[in-house]
């Protein structure tokens, strides 16, 4: 009997992010993360900056997700994301000195609009690097799990 599966669908204003298969996929809410599985009933959340999940037959795929929506309808995820990247698609050194301008002016930061921009703007480079950083942290699991 073949497993139940989920379609997960990842769209920006510019592309396509992702179309395929998922077992399961995590979101991060402005509530919290959200786990969802096959057969989840309907519902409408609102997308926080954070790190999408895609489970597949073992394999996991993380992508940065910047706000927006997400709705749940029979097995169907849709996310229309402010802004999607795949870890591949994350310049590490452009990241970080944006991370460090950010803080920057955070710090000097003196009106309540500013200092929210600059906090976001914070945010945003976190997320970019713990995604970026995946890929090599799940590359070093299998090659530990091969010389096993």
């Known amino acids: 009997m073949a497993t139940e599966k989920l379609r997960l ?14 077992d399961m996929v995590v979101l991060r809410c402005i509530t919290g993360d959200m786990g969802i599985l096959p057969n989840h ?5 609102i997308l926080d ?4 999940r895609i489970l597949l037959e073992g394999y996991e795929r993380r992508m940065a ?6 709705q749940i ?5 849709t996310v229309l994301a402010n802004d999607a990247q795949w870890p ?3 310049d590490i050194a452009l990241v970080e000195a944006e991370r460090e301008q950010a803080t920057r002016n955070l710090q000097e930061s ?12 914070v945010r945003r480079t976190l997320v970019q690097i ?5 890929p090599l942290i799940n590359r070093a699991e299998r090659e530990d799990d091969n010389k096993g």
Do not use: C, M
Request: glycine share 8%; aromatic share 10%.
């Open 110 to 121: 003196v009106d309540a609009l500013s200092i929210q921009r600059d906090q976001v703007a």
């Open 41 to 45: 009933e309907a519902y409408s959340a």
């Open 130 to 134: 713990e995604v970026s950083t995946y």
């Open 49 to 52: 900056y954070g790190v999408l």
């Open 88 to 90: 591949e698609d994350i």
């Open 9 to 22: 669908r990842v769209a920006t204003p510019e592309n396509i992010k992702f179309d395929g298969d998922a």
């Open 65 to 70: 997700v910047f706000g927006g929506l997400a």
């Open 73 to 77: 309808h029979d097995n169907v995820v």
